[in-house]
Structures are given as structure tokens and as C-alpha cells.
């Protein structure tokens, strides 16, 4: 289902992984990319689980508190040690891919495990879009991604849609839901939530970036 839902709504070519050291996806399809990414930066901690699935990264990145030494002296020649704490391993992956110019991006492994860890790599996608304009969250059960002033967004009818924002003032208009929305104000993190797409596309204008949230659940 995955597999089926993520080709037509974010159908993947030429792109590269970052893996975070959240909860390692269990789905097949999603543990296939990370072996056909051009490219994969692993943060620190994620370590062990990627070797353990046979699947060796490019770089590892992170302030090395949360990989064994036993990993750390046999990939010591890929791994780079930051060890500034006024940044996650995440925004030091995302920093580094964008120094190699790589584009594309997906982030495994952003959510689970730690609930604040997810809230805060969720919220800084807003940041790395910045710098990296294709970029996005996937896990088991859908996908994050930044939408910036009236963007069109592929969907499924039925698919369950959410919106984000950290600024309480961003309003946000879109039509092609159960529950269409008219300039709308996000002033609070659940005033976009729990919605559902009613066509194959959306058309979504925002006053400010915003988070979109596409779950792989069709009701």
C-alpha cells in the first residue's frame, strides 16, 4: 500500500537519504529506498540499525555520543564529528548534504522513538526547505513536506491531510477537502489537522510556509 500511495502523490528518482536516528522505517518499500539512494547520510545514533540491515551509509554525521566505538573506529573514515550543540544531528545531516549540493532529499527516521525529537525534526522542515527546496519526512505512516504561497499537491481522494505552521497568524485557503477551508488562521497547531483530500489534487494558497502532512491511510 505504501509503495502504491508514495508513487503517485511523491514519485521518487535520482534522490538521496538522510537517516535519522528515530524509529527505523519497518516498511519493506521504504528499507528498499534506502539501499537504492544515490547517496545516504546517516546521523550518528542511526548507526547500528542501518549495518544491521546490511545497508552501509555514505557519511555518518553527528557529535558521536551515540554510536559504539566498535562502529566508530571501523567507519571512522566516513564519519564526521560535530560536536556543536546548539543544532541536532538532523539539521548537521541536512547542513551537509546541502555543502555537497545534493538535492532530492528524504528523511528516514525522523519520527517514533522520542516524541520531541519528531516535533522538533517535523518543524524544522520549514528551515531546511530553505536550503534545499525538494525535502521531505517520510515514515510508516505518511509523508511531511513544506508548502509556500499556492502550490498544487498531488493527493488521493480520501487521503487524510494535515496543516502546520509555527506562526499563529498564517492563514491558509483550499478547497478540495471534506471540510474546505477560506482563508483560514492557524493559530494553533491543531486548527489544520484531521482533514481529507476530495481530489486527486489540491490547491493549496498560504499566507506563510506551511507543513503538509499526507497520511498513507485512505478512508
Known sequence: MIQQILKTIYPLNNYNIILADGRFPKDKYLQSLLKSAKKIIACDGATKRIIEHNIIPDYIIGDCDSISQLHYNKFKDKIIKLSDQNSNDLTK???????????????????????????????????????????????????????????????????????????????????????????????????????????????????????VYRAFCIK
Not at 493527493?155 to 478540495?176: H, L, P
Open 93 to 211: 545531516a541536512v547542513n551537509l548534504a546541502d555543502s555537497l549540493k545534493l538535492e532530492n532529499i528524504v528523511i528516514l527516521g525522523a519520527t517514533g522513538m522520542r516524541e520531541d525529537h519528531a516535533i522538533a525534526n517535523i518543524s524544522l522542515l520549514l528551515d531546511y526547505t530553505k536550503k534545499i527546496k525538494k525535502i521531505a519526512i517520510i515514515s510508516d505512516y505518511g509523508i511531511f513536506n513544506v508548502c509556500e504561497d499556492t502550490e498544487k499537491i498531488k493527493t488521493i481522494e480520501g487521503q487524510q491531510i494535515s496543516f502546520f505552521s509555527t506562526n499563529v497568524d498564517t492563514k491558509i485557503s483550499c478547497q478540495e477537502l471534506k471540510w474546505p477551508l477560506n482563508m483560514h488562521k492557524l493559530s494553533s497547531w491543531f486548527n489544520g489537522t484531521l482533514n481529507q483530500a476530495t481530489h486527486q489534487y489540491i490547491f493549496v494558497t498560504s499566507t506563510a510556509p506551511i507543513i
